[in-house]
């Protein structure tokens, strides 16, 4: 609206203008070269304004003239960018896509279109050589990454990722190490940084870049802390020559994770050796109604010096009074009253566990079953029913990696399979059935078909194993 204002206001300004000076002629005379001009005021001015347009025009024509040369060498050189980037994108899809041939055929047109100059164009190359399994050429394109400020990250990302997918441990750490110092934040390097830490058993460092996440709000508290109970116990088992030392660290695992199975049966242990059984006693204690594990039933009878087997069903009843519906405290008063030869106890604590009628029980159930009906009864058949039924039966619970869910009986603070770090969980593993064979048999049979054939059956509660009994005549594989 205001340009159509000014736009009257010179109007009317240009109109005033041109009356006047048809109202106020004036008269001008030139005189030059024996030549004499006479005209008015106005048309003289009228001329000057029609050449100094015709300058004017003239001036931009010769601009334009002069610097077309390079106009058009601007267009050219931004058509040359628009295609690499084009390329540059396809060939990253290409990348994303696994297509080792498309990728590096883009990455050279990328590179001659954009000259070597864009700094993807780098990270293409080094990616479209890795694809196609050139490693050489990917790590010659990486370390061209580092003498460019926009690239160096990148290529030292790629040093890094190269080295741990080639075991080059201590250059890993190298590497972790030079691109935490550039970039603390990112969650991946840090992570990285972290594993490569943890996996070396350098626990001190590990603390510090934990720390250092939970600061940066790459880890949740509770995740932060429950990491920070893992590296204290495991400071506690490296520092097993310094005993305060590694006591401490127990206590300081213990109390930032008290779901932490191994670390609350080693501070348990660790109390009973050092003649504080009543301090182990009230750890397992506070522990079981909210963590039951049958490592904790092991240890609790260790430091109640339980000698005969009324003393360890008194002693396992005080425990599993804490948490008694629980499927471990049936499980542990089962296991006790079948050591004290008290059958009818040990019935019904494996009732409730599972094995009353209509009910499908676990694999750890059946096997206390079959060792029941051989002690009590001396009914084999009916033993080796129940040893059959095991073999179908739902997988008893063990330590299962929630990263590649591998399952072992032992807790570690790296998956020995896929080495994510503190990964396992006490849980009952997938049950993952194939063409007609039952994926978790090697997991379930060991206890039941590998002992019996060597003539024993090794019962177990958990990791625990108890004294092996005669066993009847050992069932087909199932």
Known sequence: MWRWIFFLIGLCLAVVAVVWFVQNPGDVTLDWRGRRIETSVGVLLLAGVIF???????????????????????????????????????????????????????????????????????????????????????????????????????????????????????????????????????????????????????????????????????????????????????????????LKQSLNALKRACDAAPNLTPAIVALARRFDADMKPKKAIALIEKTWPHHPHPDLVIAYLESKKTTGGLARVKATERLASLNKDHIESHLALARASLDAELWGEARKHLADAGAGDGLEPPARVCRLMAELEEQENKDLEKSHEWLVRAGSAPADPVWVCEACGNAVHTWTAHCGNCQSFDGCRWKVPTHVPGDGTDADAPMMLPATTAKANAGTSALTIGDANVPAVKSPTPPPAV
């Open 52 to 242: 100094g347009g015709l300058c004017a025009i003239v001036y931009r024509f010769w601009r334009f003239l002069r610097r077309a040369p390079h106009q058009v060498g601007l267009a050219m050189k931004s058509r040359r960018q628009r295609k690499g980037y084009e390329a540059l994108g396809r060939g990253m899809v290409a990348v994303a896509a696994g297509d080792a041939s498309e990728a590096r055929k883009n990455a050279r047109r990328a590179d001659a279109l954009l000259e070597g100059n864009a700094p993807l164009t780098r990270l293409l190359s080094a990616q479209s050589a890795q694809l196609d399994g050139d490693e050489k050429a990917a790590e010659h394109f990486f370390n061209d990454m580092l003498d460019d400020p926009e690239t160096r990250f990148l290529g030292v990302r790629g040093l890094l990722t190269q080295a741990v997918k080639n075991g080059e441990k201590s250059n890993a750490i190298e590497l972790a190490k030079r691109a935490y110092s550039m970039e603390p934040k990112s969650d991946w390097v840090a992570s990285t940084y972290f594993d490569l830490q943890s996996g070396d058993g350098q626990w001190v460092e590990a603390q510090k870049i934990n720390d250092d996440m939970a600061r940066n709000q790459l880890l949740k508290h509770t995740e932060a802390e429950r990491r920070k109970a893992v590296i204290q116990f495991e400071q506690a088992k490296a520092n097993s020559t310094d």
